[in-house]
Every structure is written in structure tokens, then in C-alpha cells.
């Protein structure tokens, strides 16, 4: 089993930046998938992005692209989201999440769909204001 515990969540004004980290714990030798979900009030969580952690390669939600950065360091094992031009529509508790079984590559719906993670942290909240 995998523990992960998100920080870094706070309020900040649009056009603000924040950095989300998570850390694991337990048997970490086995998150080959890694990534970052948020869930806002009355709606479903969703992939913002994702990490294949044996290639280091990553995957992103559209309304993310270009504006959010994950990374992970492993010596730390420790996940990243940076999270520059935030939005008010940014709002959500966000989530940091593994998967450690291993089948290879996987698409990026796969790789930004809630279904494939089985170990999941308890959140951080993220608020941006207008």
C-alpha cells in the first residue's frame, strides 16, 4: 500500500501561482502511474495531469495545458503540480493519486481517468478568487 498526503493549497488571486506537493509513503517502489485530479462542488473529479513515472512522461487536461507542470522527484518520493495563471474556474479540492499495477503504456484518457488509480490522498483545497 501506497499513503499519499497533498499540501500546498491555499487562496490566491487569478493570475496567481501555487505549488501542490504530495508525498508518499509505504511501498513506493511500484507507482509507475502518478497524477493529479481536482473535484469542485457538484461535479465529478477530473484529471488535470499525469505522470508515467518509468518514462517521465506526462499528460495533461486541456483546460491545464500550458499553464500547470507536474514533476516528481523520487529520491523524495514526492509529487509536484505547479500551477501558474490561475483561474477562478481552478477551484477544487484537489487530489494526488498512484497506481502501482503495472501494464505498461497507457493513453492519456487512461493516464487522466480517475478509474485506473488505486491509492488516492485525502486532498487539499485550492481556491482562487477574481
Known amino acids: 500500500q501506497v499513503q499519499l498526503v497533498e499540501s500546498g493549497g491555499g487562496s490566491v488571486q487569478a493570475g496567481g501561482s501555487l505549488r501542490l506537493s504530495c508525498a508518499a509513503s509505504?511501498?513506493?517502489?511500484?507507482?509507475?502511474?502518478m497524477g493529479w485530479f481536482r473535484q469542485a462542488p457538484g461535479k465529478e473529479r477530473e484529471g488535470v495531469a499525469a505522470?508515467?513515472?518509468?518514462?517521465?512522461?506526462?499528460y495533461y487536461a486541456d483546460s491545464v495545458t500550458g499553464r500547470f507542470t507536474i514533476s516528481r522527484d523520487g529520491a523524495k518520493n514526492t509529487l509536484y503540480l505547479q500551477m501558474n495563471s490561475l483561474k477562478p474556474e481552478d477551484t477544487a479540492m484537489y487530489f494526488c493519486?498512484?497506481?502501482?499495477?503495472?501494464?505498461?503504456?497507457?493513453?492519456?484518457?487512461?493516464?487522466?481517468?480517475?478509474?485506473?488509480?488505486?491509492?488516492w490522498g485525502q486532498g487539499t483545497q485550492v481556491t482562487v478568487s477574481s
Open positions: 493519486a498512484a497506481r502501482t499495477r503495472f501494464d505498461g503504456y497507457r493513453s492519456r484518457m487512461e493516464m487522466l481517468g480517475t478509474s485506473g488509480y488505486n491509492n
Open positions: 509505504g511501498y513506493t517502489g511500484n507507482t509507475y502511474y
Open positions: 505522470i508515467y513515472t518509468v518514462a517521465g512522461t506526462t
